[in-house]
Every structure is written in structure tokens, then in C-alpha cells.
């Protein structure tokens, strides 16, 4: 591929600014990581091209085109470029192959590599290795590949139910009916769909266990396939009355043809925090109006904690008053930015409890237990609940403390927002880890504190 799967310069600290004023600013994220996946995967199952606009570029993309390159799909990244593409691709063209080779597949510490490929390669007439960092060991899997066993898959995994595994694939794979609890990701759930339209009897996948996070990426799956011609069905147990836990694809050719992607909101939550913290406003250009993104959750959370949204001509708009509320929530739908809200808490007038994160124990680092002791030293207070965190805000000092990042994009960006309010900023170590998801998000970060007056 012409970009590398690892774009982020060496491990460097940066010193996150501090705002000299009430922030002013409109900027555009770069496209969905969790959108520009998905699409890479159903194109590369599809039974023609389709081109994908507005694609993410940063490692957990660049890991997913490598992987399903490895596995025959062509991707074009230079198939259309515009003059606002700053030597960016604009579009990229993918043109599936036939699953044909050999491969080893770096999963890198992505997620959505990790869980949505596995389902591909059972399709695929040879062998797939995948490997990936060392974080990635720990992160759940293991009811994916025990699924993919029953739905007819070969997985040698030596009983760890985690990378490194081999799927020996055979060129096709029966499907069917199956059970597993995806309270540990809801990817797990998303990966199976993704690929069931082109397994023989497609997939029928019914959830067993605590309710599943993030539930509204798996309404985006479901959204993606059916907008890629497959016929998806939903329904509930009674469980959860508003939360299905029962998604069935059946078979069938997708063909998405062409797939624009939205900006990712999560990596706008931290703009959007800024002016909260500072009592500004911030502008997101290109917020869609009818998302497959948790907007409207993103949006809630922070009016609840003292903010304004408003929707404008120029996109949404942010502002803050001056004040930031504690508040007692469920986050679970939300929980990538959760990172961010730990650091605007920390800043507030009063407590917050956030509940149903357990989970996050698992994601890129174990992010409660990173958040509570990095937050820590810097004099704050949060407490680590069985499912969640408890933040009492104190007044916090950067002396000559270094953030570290834990080589998580969340961590670096939660640093960030706490930079603002501390003089003389913050140092973040290893914030070149941000490149995951967003390699600009260090330069659009100090342009907006720039700004402020």
C-alpha cells in the first residue's frame, strides 16, 4: 500500500497548551475510523468496486486495508484526489479479489482489525496468520473465535481464545445459528454480520449475557449492511425492550457501490470538551444530521455537564458558559469518549459518577485504572468502581508531571483538555500515539488553543 500502516512519528512527549482564553474555533475531523472499517470490509466482500470517500487515514485504517489487501482485495487509495485533498486521498477504490492467498494479518492494537477480519478469512482458500502488539493479547476475542468454530470455521488458537491465531481457511464456510456473549465488545457482534451475507446460510447471532456496550456501532453495522443490499433482521428478547439481541443476515451479493463517510464525532468530543472548559465555543463543519454515530448521546452528555449544541450553517456548535456540572450516567453507549469526560469531571463543581464501563478495562489500555492514576497525580480524585469511575474534582497541578499516554489515542486526548485549564499546559508522554486514529490531532489541537483570544 502506498501509506504505511504505521504513519505516527517516534514516540516523542508533547506539551499540551494551556488556553488563554475562552477558545474559538471551527474545524472538521477526519473521516470515522469505525465508519471507513466497516466500509473496507463489506467492499471487500462485495461483488464489484466501491469507493469509499472521505476514508480515514491513520494506523487503525491503514492496518485494515494491509489486512484485507493480504487477503487479494485491491485498494486504490490514488483512484480519485481533489484539490482540497492536500496530497491526501480523497477517495479510495476497492475492487474485492478472491480471498485466495496466504497471509499474515498484523492486527496491530486495533480492535476492529482484530474482530471484523477472522470472519473474512474463514472465507478465504488458505491460511491467515494473525499477530498484532502486545496489548492486543488482552483484549476479548475469544467468543468470536469459539463462534466462527461453530458457525464451521478451523481456528488454531493452542486454547488461548487470543492473538496469536491461525484460520485455516477453506473457501467458504457453512454459517447458521449462534450464541455468545458480547458483553466484552460489541465488535464481536458487528465482526460476525459483517462478513455473514457471503457464508452459505448466512448468520444468525443471538446475544447471551450483560447488556453489549457501544450498541450503537452495531446499529451502524446493521445500517452499513443493509445500505450494501443485505437483508438484516433484528429483534429483542425481552431483555432489554429497546436493545436488540438478536441480529439474523442472511445471504446475498453487497454491493455498496459507493460510501461517504461521516467525520468521526468521538474525535470531536475533545474539541467539543474545549469549549466547555474554557468557556468557548467550537464549531464541528460536515456534522451530519442524520448520523450512525452516537451524536446525539455525545451531544447530551455534554449539555448535561453545562454546555450548549446548536446547529448552524457553518455545522454544530458547541459552547461553554463557564461552569461544568458533575453528572451521574450510563455511558455505555459512549464509552470511547469517556476518556475526555473523566478530564472535563475532574474540572467541575461538583461529583460524577459514570457507570457501565466496565468494560473499558479492555480497549487500548485499561483506561479506568490509567485515568484514575494519571489524574491522580496530578492531585485529582477518581475512584475505580466495579463497573465504572467515580470523580470528585480537586484542584489539579502539572509541576513537572508527564502524562503518560499509555499508548492510547483517548489518553492523549483527555490529557489535553485537562492542558487547558493548568498553567502552563501539560506534558503527554508518547502522544504521538494519537496518530491511531487521528496523526493531526496534536497540530489541529494547539491551531484551536492558538486562536483563543
Do not use: C
Request: charged share 20%.
Amino acid at each position: 500500500m502506498h501509506g504505511s500502516a504505521d504513519p505516527q512519528p517516534a514516540a516523542a512527549d508533547w506539551q499540551a497548551p494551556a488556553a488563554s482564553g475562552p477558545v474559538q474555533a471551527r474545524l472538521r475531523p477526519p473521516g470515522s475510523k469505525s465508519m471507513t472499517n466497516r466500509a473496507l470490509v463489506l467492499a471487500a466482500l462485495a461483488g464489484g468496486p466501491t469507493d469509499i470517500t472521505n476514508p480515514l487515514q491513520a494506523r487503525d485504517t491503514l492496518l485494515m486495508a494491509a489486512a484485507l489487501r493480504g487477503l487479494g482485495t485491491v485498494i486504490d487509495e490514488d483512484a480519485v484526489t481533489g484539490p482540497a485533498s492536500g496530497g491526501q486521498p480523497e477517495v479510495w477504490r476497492v475492487t474485492p479479489g478472491q480471498l485466495g492467498r496466504p497471509a499474515v494479518v498484523d492486527v496491530g492494537n486495533a480492535g476492529t482489525v482484530l474482530r471484523f477480519v477472522p470472519p473474512v478469512a474463514a472465507l478465504a482458500r488458505a491460511d491467515v496468520e494473525f499477530r498484532g502488539d502486545a496489548r492486543i493479547a488482552s483484549r476479548p476475542v475469544g467468543p468470536l473465535l469459539a463462534a466462527l468454530r461453530e458457525l464451521g470455521a478451523v481456528i488454531h488458537d493452542e486454547g488461548r481464545g487470543a492473538v496469536p491465531f491461525i484460520v485455516r481457511g477453506h473457501g467458504g464456510i457453512s454459517g447458521g445459528a449462534v450464541t455468545l456473549d458480547a458483553s466484552g465488545s460489541s465488535q464481536l457482534v458487528s465482526g460476525l454480520l459483517l462478513a455473514a451475507p457471503r457464508y452459505d446460510k448466512g448468520v444468525e447471532v443471538r446475544h447471551e449475557g450483560p447488556r453489549v456496550p457501544s450498541a450503537p456501532h452495531i446499529a451502524m453495522t446493521v445500517q452499513m449492511l443493509r445500505d450494501a443490499g443485505a437483508h438484516v433482521e433484528t429483534r429483542t428478547t425481552g431483555r432489554e425492550s429497546s436493545v436488540p439481541d438478536v441480529w439474523q443476515v442472511h445471504p446475498g451479493e453487497l454491493r455498496p457501490s459507493a460510501v461517504t463517510v461521516e467525520p468521526d464525532l468521538s474525535n470531536a468530543a475533545p474539541f467539543l470538551a474545549a469549549a466547555l472548559v474554557t468557556g468557548g465555543s467550537v464549531t464541528i463543519a460536515s456534522w451530519p444530521e442524520q448520523s450512525l454515530q452516537p451524536a446525539d448521546q455525545i451531544l447530551e452528555v455534554l449539555t448535561r455537564m453545562g454546555a450548549t449544541a446548536a446547529m448552524t450553517a457553518d455545522g454544530m456548535r458547541v459552547s461553554g458558559a463557564g461552569a461544568i456540572h458533575g453528572i451521574q450516567a450510563d455511558l455505555r453507549d459512549v464509552s470511547e469518549i469517556v476518556p475526555v469526560l473523566a478530564a472535563v469531571a475532574a474540572l467541575a463543581d461538583s461529583p460524577s459518577v459514570f457507570t457501565g464501563i466496565g468494560h473499558m478495562r479492555t480497549h487500548e489500555s485499561d483506561r479506568l485504572a490509567a485515568l484514575a492514576g494519571e489524574i491522580g497525580a496530578l492531585g485529582g480524585d477518581l475512584r475505580e468502581l466495579d463497573d465504572g469511575l467515580e470523580i470528585r474534582p480537586r484542584p489539579l497541578r502539572a509541576d513537572s508531571a508527564v502524562f503518560a499516554s499509555h499508548d492510547d489515542h483517548r489518553l492523549v486526548m483527555a490529557a489535553a483538555v485537562l492542558g487547558l485549564a493548568m498553567p502552563g499546559g501539560l506534558r503527554i508522554g508518547n502522544a504521538a500515539t494519537v496518530g491511531k486514529t487521528f496523526p493531526a490531532f496534536t497540530q489541529m489541537w494547539s491551531a484551536m488553543s492558538e486562536r483563543s483570544p
